[in-house]
């Protein structure tokens, strides 16, 4: 598991290598990673927008921006935690994601959090790349 915390807000992330919907003789490799986003301060806050940067063992990068995670923007109050579970492919064995969340406190004050850096590794003779 790896773990983060941006004032006051705990994101951790799991990720599993999906072999069943993983195709390796044609460069597809297939993740899954649950991230729980907990809210350990005292103020309410609600996560707008994520950014991803993906990095693959070639060193090929993409970045991901949209709008909330997995189709919600969820609201947390003091206490509160959200958790969901999203999927990414690569075309390597090997890789690692990192990003971000922009959040908005009940009074409207915009501020990001970090999403820790997570390695994505198919265990196929692969390193893990930190």
Do not use: C
Request: no cysteine.
């Amino acid at each position: 598991m790896y773990r983060a915390v941006t004032r006051n807000i705990e994101v951790t992330v799991t990720p599993q290598f999906l072999p069943d919907r993983s195709s390796p003789e044609n460069g597809h490799y297939f993740w899954a990673y649950t991230i729980e986003i907990s809210n350990l301060g005292d103020e309410t806050v609600q996560l707008k927008t994520r950014t991803w940067q993906i990095t693959d063992a070639q060193g090929r990068e993409q970045e991901v921006r949209g709008a909330g995670v997995v189709g919600e923007e969820p609201t947390l109050s003091p206490g509160e935690s959200f958790e969901y579970t999203s999927g990414v492919p690569l075309q390597t064995s090997s890789g690692f994601m990192a990003g971000s969340y922009g959040m908005v406190t009940a009074e409207g004050e915009p501020f990001n959090i970090e999403v820790p850096a997570f390695s994505l590794d198919s265990g196929k003779g692969s390193r893990t790349l930190n």
